[in-house]
């Protein structure tokens, strides 16, 4: 009887040894395809945002160009006014130039999706914190918009509508405006040159404006740099 007991209690042990090694065979098999499914989320989901990305990356060069122009704008007016340069007709555009605000939309959908999936603790610390670093780029560089927008909104617009109004004439070698007033049968003028280079107030608009352009450039470069470092730790396999 001893001997039975003894045969049946190792025949009931090696079951039960076997069932926990299927089961934890069962449970690697499935945390296996689990964590498959994963890693091939992750990836058609980077694959989407290397995409948007390099969307990004074409506004943002749009973006910087526009603002060398602009900055262009503000050094040629301020030189004008410092009689560094002679005061000419070019001075119209310049001032409207300055008019333009600047607003970076970025292609959010892939950092969307994996935020909604709950993707970002599943990749790599680099890649991990290059792409939060990247968004949260984007959210300051909305407040430096918001404040140079502001200011043209408030500040710029409305005071050169007000003691500039002839800027808006068809002598205004700007493209659109050239245009706009191009059968315009009314005579041009030309700004009061003596009115224009007393003017401190708008000096000092020009030159706020001329730092604003300077920062947001900053900023635009910035994001270029961040976009392309998460490009390059993608390409490296790094996820």
Partial sequence: MENKTGKYLKYALGEIILVVIGILIALSINNWNEQNKIDKSIISHLEILKQNLNEDQLQLQILKQNITERKQSADSAVLQ?????PVDNLLKKYLIMLYQEYKFSPNTNAIETINQSNE????????????????ALIERTKEREFISNTQIQTKYE??????????FE???EWQFLASFYEKDPRPSSLIDKEKFLNDKKLESLLVSRYYQLIALEKFYEDLIISSHKILSVIEKKKI
């Fill in 158 to 167: 409305p005071y050169l509508n007000d003691e500039y109004p002839n800027i």
């Fill in 81 to 85: 006014m410092m009689t560094i340069r």
């Fill in 120 to 135: 970002i603790p599943a990749l790599n610390v680099e890649l991990r914190t290059a792409i939060l670093d990247y968004y």
């Fill in 170 to 172: 068809k002598n205004n």
